[in-house]
């Protein structure tokens, strides 16, 4: 099979098109046939070494992607031969033809859901299903404002945001990334360049306050989340490329919240719960991926570098 490996850590040109065995099945374990593969910013990070991020080389990138099952090993019973699915997860990585997983990183993809778009819900649903639910905990009713609305995350944060009866604020950088938000369903959606985006969220409140913020580049604007929070107002972190300064007072003064949030660290039960959540929504129309730019897995390094711009809209793909 045709796979993407990472011979040593660096810049995109690392990311080499080889030719590799096929991956074959052992027990309680499943091969799936890739159709799709979604690339996220984290595996930037990882192939470059960057934000505490690294691993042992040689390795193929990737945990997204979708498929078809391909063969599955003794002991596996909750799909076949034929399956279509989509991957939380792989044990031998998913930029290539074919992917070892367990049972555990696969869930079923609807047939009304295109393959594209099963490679795009992995980490970015889970990661904005997390971050509502399971760290700020939101209420139908409460404000939230997403940064970088435009991207993965963002775009996933809005669709459940609004399904759950919240009032969205998204934030985007460009002209086409604000409409595509409103699309998706926000309420209200500013320009993240503008000096005055936060006080205009805060103004489009009832309470001239927000009381939960996605935070997708924390070492930029945590400082002045932090100001126009609500009184028990929470901020989750999702992204930071460094460090940052705060005025603890500005927690103090609105018994306001930072939440850390890593996918990592969800439980298998959470996981599972989650994902089950998901495939509902994508039958149900809810979750309803929005496909960006699609590369060629040859075109993998311009992957890397298209999905870290800030122009980037909707979800990067590449095709084996």
Do not use: W
């Not at 927000?210 to 400082?223: S, T, Y």
């Not at 103090?252 to 439980?267: P, V, Y």
């Not at 149900?284 to 809209?313: D, K």
């Amino acid at each position: 099979m045709k796979a993407i490996r990472v011979n040593r850590l660096g810049e995109p040109d690392v990311l080499e098109l080889v030719e590799m065995p096929d991956p074959e099945v052992r027990p309680g374990e499943v091969v799936v046939k890739i159709y799709a593969i979604g690339v996220n910013p984290v595996e930037t990070y990882i192939r470059a070494g960057l934000q505490g991020y690294g691993r042992s080389v040689p390795y193929t990138p990737g945990s997204d992607c979708a498929g078809v099952v391909h063969s599955v090993g003794a002991g596996v019973t909750s799909v076949a031969e034929g399956d279509r699915v989509y991957t939380s997860g792989s044990l031998s990585g998913t930029y290539a033809q074919y992917t070892l997983c367990t049972e555990k990183h696969l869930h079923r993809l609807p047939e009304v859901v295109s393959f594209e778009q099963g490679a795009a819900i992995g980490i970015p649903y889970a990661t904005a299903y997390r971050a509502l639910f399971h760290r700020a905990n939101v209420q139908p009713g409460e404000t939230v404002l997403i940064h970088g609305a435009s991207g993965g995350v963002g775009i996933a944060a809005t669709q459940l945001a609004r399904a759950h009866g919240l009032q969205v604020i998204g934030t985007a950088g460009t002209q086409e990334g604000r409409d595509l938000v409103l699309q998706q369903g926000a309420h209200h959606v500013l320009d993240h360049y503008q000096p005055e985006c936060l006080a205009q969220a805060a103004a489009l409140c009832p309470s001239g306050s927000i009381d939960v913020i996605l935070e997708m580049l924390a070492n930029q604007n945590l400082g002045d989340d932090l100001t126009v929070l609500s009184k028990g107002g929470r901020v989750v972190v999702i992204g930071s490329r460094g460090t940052v300064v705060i005025n603890p007072r500005d927690t103090m003064s609105r018994d306001a919240s930072i939440l850390g949030m890593a996918l990592m660290n969800a439980t298998d039960i959470e996981m599972a719960r989650l994902h089950a959540a998901l495939v509902a929504g994508l039958e149900s129309g809810v979750v309803r991926p929005v496909i960006g730019r699609e590369f060629q897995l040859a075109e993998a390094a311009q992957a890397h570098q298209a999905i870290l711009e800030s122009a980037a809209v909707g979800k990067v793909i590449l095709l084996p």
